[in-house]
């Protein structure tokens, strides 16, 4: 039994439809602790054990999905807020799922923040993960408050790391890019006028460089993010720019990125991952990636390469792995996939 713990905030649907469940289902977690203040749904839950059930649609039936061994503990009770305090101290996954951010500092001492704050400044895990599911159109002001949190929490800063900024242009509405444009550029401004914060976005060309549904289309982000000065060829590049092109990756990136992936892969699934698909194996995919000139997106890589371990974990002794490698083909790949 791993010795992993869990913690949530709200056993909304949410919560316990998609979080809970899926702690549950992934065998992970040696505890799963959720706080919630009504206690008429803590009760029916106790009275059953610890256990309730998930309705799942499929295609054609509905599955249904028993969830067991989950503690209901009620924050405004003086007993259950100690046992909460303490299971924070271990947690190395904390979700919080409630109807509004208002409830973050709602109660006091019993409030989320309060409670999340005094368990993390206790915390005894080697790392501990915090996942946030509410929805607020005034997140990037709100955010403020969170890294105040953080902050009194005893940590010195915080750093937000966004991928897929391109799915901004995938929405069908203005209005929605626009919300969503304006989100980035708060949280940009949010950068400089708050004191041990740092923000990442990463995203492909298309982003950028579309001009009707890309930032360029959002007049007040793209003003503060692009580049005012292009550097003639023969320079290096101003690392300092809010905009970073980055060069695609050399054999050596990639050579230790596929060995981070065999090793990741291997603990993942509970197999030799190495001894199947060798130094070699890697080798050869390499330089097929890299003998393909549309082929520049380092996912193209990394999703071949996951795909191939996959197909052998589940295939042992069936799949040949110099077949597989010879399926891939990078040529459908483009910088704005």
Request: proline share 3%; glycine share 6%.
């Amino acid at each position: 039994m791993s010795e992993h713990v869990f913690v949530g905030f709200g056993f909304g649907p949410i919560q316990s439809g998609l979080f809970v469940k899926e702690a549950f289902e992934s065998g992970n977690f040696s505890r799963i602790v959720v706080a919630e203040i009504d206690q008429g749904l803590i009760d029916a839950v106790r009275n059953n054990n610890g256990s309730y059930y998930v309705n799942v649609a499929g295609k054609e039936s509905i599955e249904v999905s028993k969830i067991d061994n989950v503690e209901l503990l009620n924050p405004t009770v003086a007993e259950d807020r100690k046992i909460i305090a303490q299971v924070l101290a271990e947690a190395t996954e904390i979700v919080t799922s409630l109807p509004s951010v208002d409830f973050y500092d709602a109660g006091g001492d019993s409030s989320v923040a309060s409670l999340i704050a005094e368990g993390l400044k206790k915390n005894s895990a080697a790392a501990t993960l915090i996942y946030t599911a509410e929805n607020n159109n005034h997140a990037a002001e709100i955010f403020g408050s969170f890294l105040a949190l953080v902050r009194q929490a005893g940590f010195s800063g915080l750093a937000v790391f966004l991928d897929e900024a391109e799915a901004i242009t995938s929405l069908a509405q203005s209005r929605r890019r626009d919300e969503a444009n304006q989100n980035l550029r708060k949280l940009l401004d949010n950068a400089d006028s708050h004191k041990g914060y740092m923000i990442v976005f990463a995203t492909t060309p298309a982003f950028l460089n579309d001009t009707k549904r890309g930032a360029q289309s959002y007049p007040a982000l793209w003003d503060r993010i692009r580049t005012v000065i292009q550097v003639p060829k023969g320079l290096r590049p101003n690392k300092r720019n809010l905009i970073i092109e980055l060069e695609p990756p050399g054999k050596a990136e990639l050579q230790g990125a596929g060995q981070t992936i065999l090793k990741l892969h291997a603990h993942a699934y509970s197999w030799l991952a190495s001894d199947v698909f060798t130094k070699n194996h890697l080798k050869k995919l390499i330089a097929k990636y890299m003998n393909v000139e549309s082929a520049k997106v380092y996912r193209a890589f990394l999703r071949a390469l996951i795909g191939i371990l996959d197909t052998l974990e589940q295939s042992p002794g069936e799949a040949h792995v110099d077949s597989l490698i010879d399926s891939i083909s990078f040529d459908t790949e483009s910088q704005g996939s």
